[in-house]
């Protein structure tokens, strides 16, 4: 984990400064993980020196981009390794403090795509947690030891229950208006009131005051769930765990699976596992991405058969290097903007190793698990700020979740027939039960209904053509792809495409693109990835905060920040 050269002893060729998401709990620098039965304990000890870059310390266990890394992967571990784990205690080592948030210093000297992934990851992490909570019977419990203030208090309202230790000087607090002069950019406005439901006044309340709320008036407003005095906090925290576990459905003796590091080749142009591979084209500012359908042996048909394989199941390790790479891309290859999706395969053994897991996900753990990632991972596809374009070739196996990663996309292009002198069938994709909602979005439609937002009777004709093999006529017919060019046609069309999409404003196209992709209602999730972070990315760019003598750059100088009066 951070940014390295060599990213990890199974990966080879890396480019130096990279960002790596591997780490293990072995290697953690930040944060201290433990089990005791049904109860595991994640326990925030942040390294005053282990920031993921030079320029700052992390004091008061603030927190940076490499402090969120290690929080992700043992979200993730506990899922799949410690499918006995019923509930997780978040609390701190350090003594009357939880956690000051995100690193003042580290925001101040980031440059501002840095700060805009910064914030994308984190706000991720906090629903990986949330999903945790509500779908795989692991219950996120905040022991809050200590203050708890900005993005501290932000991975507390990310769990189930909030617990605060009442001292007489231990808060809750948002402070990121009053003294930096940005918003709380992980979720906490939103949280505060869609999750804890404050009332807007007291929501303006807390959040224009710095010093927090305490004790019985954070739980009367309902920032925390209980005030608990210090003589009485451990015990009551342990209570609370284990009435948490008691209603977890989580199996008690379950083995889990280990997440095996990941098996990766960087060069200055290709990034290369073993399910899944990137071409890089700077010139053309474009990755080609396939993803290779599952072997025989990587596709059992028994849930036994699943387990065995574990984390090579194919399906669960497509989706381990699929996530890699959106985050690989995202964060180290900031001018690459057109992400195009391939894939190779069987469409028939996708689905029967999809349909193993979809069958099952009610009843096994690491079915379900397997597919709240793949959601999660889908998920993480559509905030991306990339466009994202579909093509659908002779040998492709876009069916069912692999067909979700083709909906994610902008724009969907089937070639009609076969290439010239080419052998084999015409592609087809193929719609199954995990279209209709196994991967919502975060709108909470499938990607279906936001595709047909406002046609549900297009829907229901969509239900009638499911597990059916489409051809590009048919799937042009029933609005599926974006258009379907015969072979004389393919090479112009899609080059054409790619080069107008490079040819426009980045910037105009996130923002286009984030709208049309999210239609429909407004969620938390939503408003968290759209609004909130649209506001938050408008303001870091702005001089009131970021500039020379903005709050963000003045913060601990003695100098308040010179505002500029005009609201725009």
């Not at 010239?420 to 991967?439: C, F, L, Q, R, S």
């Not at 969620?523 to 968290?528: L, P, S």
Request: with cysteine; charged share 25%; net charge negative.
């Amino acid at each position: 984990m951070g940014v390295v050269g060599d990213v990890a002893s199974v990966q080879t060729g890396a480019q130096s400064g990279l960002v790596s998401f591997d780490t293990s709990p072995d290697s953690y620098r930040h944060w201290r993980l433990s089990i005791e039965g049904e109860i595991a304990t994640l326990t925030l000890d942040v390294d005053d020196h282990g920031g993921i870059v030079p320029g700052y310390e992390l004091k008061m266990n603030s927190y940076d981009l490499g402090v969120d890394i290690e929080l992700n992967d043992a979200v993730q571990r506990l899922r799949f390794e410690h499918p006995g784990v019923r509930c997780v205690v978040v609390t701190s080592a350090k003594e009357r403090m939880f956690s000051s948030g995100a690193n003042i210093r580290m925001l101040a000297q980031s440059s501002h795509p840095w700060k805009v992934n910064f914030c994308k990851f984190t706000n991720e992490t906090r629903n990986a947690m949330e999903d945790a909570s509500e779908n795989s019977g692991q219950t996120y419990l905040a022991a809050l030891n200590g203050t708890a203030a900005g993005g501290g208090y932000e991975i507390a309202l990310a769990c189930a229950q909030i617990l605060l230790i009442d001292d007489s000087s231990s808060a809750v607090s948002l402070p990121e208006v009053p003294l930096l002069g940005v918003l709380p950019g992980t979720g906490g406005l939103t949280r505060v009131t869609d999750k804890r439901h404050v009332r807007r006044d007291l929501a303006d309340v807390f959040a224009t005051r710095p010093e927090g709320v305490r004790g019985r008036t954070a739980v009367t407003w309902g920032l925390v769930d209980e005030a608990v005095p210090r003589a009485t906090f451990d015990e009551v925290v342990r209570e609370r765990a284990r009435a948490a576990a008691t209603r977890s459905t989580r199996p008690a003796h379950a083995r889990g699976i280990p997440l095996t590091p990941l098996r990766r080749t960087i060069t200055t142009n290709d990034v290369a596992y073993e399910h899944v591979t990137a071409d890089l084209d700077r010139g053309a500012s474009t990755a080609a991405i396939t993803i290779k359908g599952p072997s025989p042996e990587q596709a059992p048909g028994s849930l036994a058969g699943m387990h065995e394989l574990g984390a090579d199941f194919w399906m669960l390790a497509a989706t381990r290097e699929l996530d890699d790479l959106i985050l690989h891309l995202r964060t180290n290859e900031l001018e690459i903007g057109t992400w195009v999706f391939r894939t190779v395969g069987d469409a028939a053994s996708v689905i029967a190793c999809e349909g193993l897991v979809t069958a099952n996900r009610e009843h096994d753990w690491l079915a379900n698990e397997i597919c709240l990632y793949a959601k999660r991972t889908l998920k993480r596809l559509d905030v991306t700020s990339r466009s994202l374009i579909a093509l659908i070739e002779p040998g492709s196996c876009f069916a069912g979740w692999l067909l979700e990663v083709a909906l994610a996309g902008d724009r969907q292009y089937m070639l009609d027939g076969l290439a010239e002198d080419g052998e084999g069938e015409p592609a087809a994709i193929v719609m199954t039960e995990a279209n209709d909602g196994v991967y919502p979005m975060g709108n909470a439609l499938s990607r279906l209904q936001s595709r047909f937002f406002g046609h549900a009777e297009h829907l229901q004709t969509l239900a009638a053509h499911r597990d059916q093999p489409l051809s590009a006529a048919q799937a042009l017919e029933l609005r599926l792809v974006t258009a379907a060019p015969d072979d004389l046609d393919w090479d112009d069309e899609i080059r054409l495409v790619l080069e107008e999409r490079a040819a426009l404003s980045p910037d105009a196209l996130t923002g286009m693109e984030a709208n049309h992709r999210f239609v429909g209602p407004e969620t938390t999730e939503t408003k968290i990835f759209g609004r909130l972070a649209a506001w938050q990315n408008w303001v870091f760019a702005r001089p009131n905060a970021a500039g020379p003598e903005g709050a963000l750059r003045r913060y601990g100088t003695g100098q308040r920040g010179q505002f500029d009066r005009k609201r725009v």
